[in-house]
Structure formats: C-alpha cells, structure tokens
C-alpha cells in the first residue's frame, strides 16, 4: 500500500491521525510505515520534518523506493491509529525558504539564463549554486525583482498536471522523471518540477536576502535567506 502523501496537497497540515501499517526495530530507532502522512521525507534539497507519532518522537523521514519510513523513539503497535504532529516552525521555515528559493532561482533564469544545478535548505542560509558567472549588479537587479513578487503576494500553485497538458508547458528541471510530475509555479515567477513544500502565497515567504556570492565550479555559488 503506497503511503497517502498529505504534504503534498495541503503544506499547512500540522496534525493527523494515521494507521500504523508496519515497525520494525532499526539502528537509530524504530522505522514506521504509515497510511498517510503529513511528515516530507529529506528530498529535493528539502531536510525531512521532525515531530512526533503519539508519544514517540519522529527524528526522521526517508523515502526510498516510494516507501516513506519514520524513525521514531519508540515502537508503535501495527494497526494503531496514532496521531502526527510535525514540528511546525521548521516546517514553516523550510516552506519559506524553498518558496523564496523558486523565485529567485526563476528570476535568475528569466533575466539571465542561469539555471539551478544545485540547491540545499540549510540552517541559516540556502544554499544555491547558478550554473553561470553573475556580477553584484545581476545579483542585486535579481534579488530586487524577486522581493517585488514577494510583494505582489501572488498565489503559489502546486499540483500534478495530465501528460498531455505537462507536454505542453515550459518548465524548470524539465527532463524525463518515472511517474507523474508535479509542478509549481511561484506567482508567476518561476514554474518548476518540484516534491518539496511551499507557502500558498509569495508573500508568505517575507524577503529574500543574498547574504553571499562566489565563484564555483564555473558558475556562481549563493548564500540566501527566506
């Protein structure tokens, strides 16, 4: 049984209640397997949630082979329905600053065909590397841009389009992935093939600051806040 993605549809879901349909004992914990669940797995640049699943706590989430596992303190009874909690101000964060991170990755490429070749949420900053060189002046005429959308607090769309629509569009990261795609478009920003969790509106994310810029790899590596 595949796991009902919640994260997915609705990012601001912080509770639910879920069926345990497996544990078993790991070297870190206890790995769960749920029915359904609000916890994003570390993915896509994106750090997995922590939180908890009734009394135990989660430390974390991985998908692999399209199974999602929680690694919690303690063992869960198969077939309980417990309830999950997500730590919310991380979550917040992360949807903050991969939001922030969309649109100024789509100013980039709009204004001066950089593309993202590499991109990680850390704590403080994002990390995110442009495939091309880019001046102070680029850099401040983009972070501008990116705050005016932020500023338009336009709406931010996540969804999974039908294989004839998705041959149609333009998008960022468009490449041959298994399975259904699913994009999201930054307010008009940026439209991107994504797994991670976003803000419903741009102005959510708040500002967009870059911190730092240096060469790397023949590009340009960034530090940013969201």
């Known amino acids: 049984m595949n796991t009902i993605r919640i994260y997915e549809t ?22 769960v397997e749920l029915d359904r669940t609000i916890f994003y797995p570390t993915g896509g640049g994106q750090p997995c949630d922590t939180g908890a699943l009734g009394t135990a ?81 680029q850099l401040a005429e983009a972070e501008a841009q990116a705050n005016a959308v932020i500023r338009a607090d336009a709406p931010v769309r996540c969804w999974y389009p039908a294989p004839e629509d998705l041959a149609k569009l333009t998008y960022r990261s468009k490449k041959e992935i298994d399975g259904a795609v699913r994009l999201v478009d930054a307010g008009g920003a940026d439209l991107c093939a994504c797994c991670g969790t976003h803000v419903s509106t741009t102005g959510q994310v708040g500002a967009i600051k870059i911190l730092s810029a240096q060469s790397y790899k023949g590009g340009t590596r960034l530090a940013v806040v969201c």
């Open 57 to 137: 706590l989660v430390t974390d989430v991985q998908e692999h082979g399209g199974v999602i596992t929680h690694t919690v303190s303690a063992a869960l009874p198969v077939g309980q329905t417990v309830e999950g909690r997500i730590d919310w101000a991380r979550r917040r964060d992360h949807m903050e600053q991969h939001t922030g991170e969309h649109i100024l990755s789509g100013t980039l490429h709009r204004l001066f065909g950089a593309e993202n070749v590499g991109f990680h949420i850390g704590s403080p900053a994002v990390r995110m590397d442009m495939s091309v060189p880019l001046t102070a002046g």
């Open 10 to 31: 609705d990012s601001h879901a912080q509770r639910l209640q879920a069926r345990v349909l497996s544990c078993e004992e790991g070297e870190n914990g206890w790995l």
